[in-house]
């Protein structure tokens, strides 16, 4: 019985969604040597169904390209594209835009449950999120924007705010929460 269980709990976490970080470490092996681990950005797009992202982009540095970025985008874990973007308003990323991989110590799934958790957002049905890890000023970032069914009528969502914390330790540095707008 106990056998049983085990295998019930194995199978389930054989096929949880990837986490952001999981899925840069896999996106190694999309990219050239001069890439690795060299993490710029990563973002996913606002779930659907789920209050986990399936469709994410992983962002790393590359010296070799021409706007300095190779992107790797994953869809339920699997690499669907490898593309080095050209974006007209952007400018070329440098070196120290590369995130310290030793100071990303929350990864996609944790940042989403603290954010979840605030307190104005307990009466509301949290329905989707789309997440952004970022550099800042005071180190990276979690940018965590949520979504909710509204009360009036379950069956539409409404955005109710973004939360942004520390992805080395967790610490929330500001929740923009608007929960009225889910009525």
Do not use: C
């Amino acid at each position: 019985m106990l056998a049983g269980a085990l295998g019930l709990v194995l199978a389930r976490t054989s096929f949880a969604d990837p986490t952001a970080l999981s899925l840069a470490d896999k996106g190694n092996q999309y990219v050239g040597v001069q890439s690795k681990d060299r993490i710029i950005h990563i973002e996913s797009e606002k779930s659907m169904g789920t209050l986990v992202p399936t469709v994410w982009y992983v962002e790393y540095y590359d010296p070799d390209a021409m706007m300095k970025r190779v992107d790797v985008k994953f869809g339920a874990g699997q690499e669907l594209e490898v593309s080095h973007p050209v974006r007209p308003f952007e400018l070329p990323a440098k070196d120290e835009d590369v995130l310290d991989r030793t100071r990303l110590k929350v990864d996609s799934d944790r940042a989403l449950s603290l954010a979840a958790a605030e307190p104005l957002l307990k009466p509301l049905t949290l329905r989707a999120a789309k997440l952004t890890l970022t550099g800042s000023d005071a180190g990276p970032v979690w940018k965590v924007e949520l979504w909710a069914a509204k009360l009036s009528d379950p069956t539409e969502e409404a955005n109710v705010g973004t939360v942004t914390l520390s992805a080395a330790d967790g610490t929330i540095g500001r929740a923009d929460l608007h929960p009225g707008k889910a009525n």
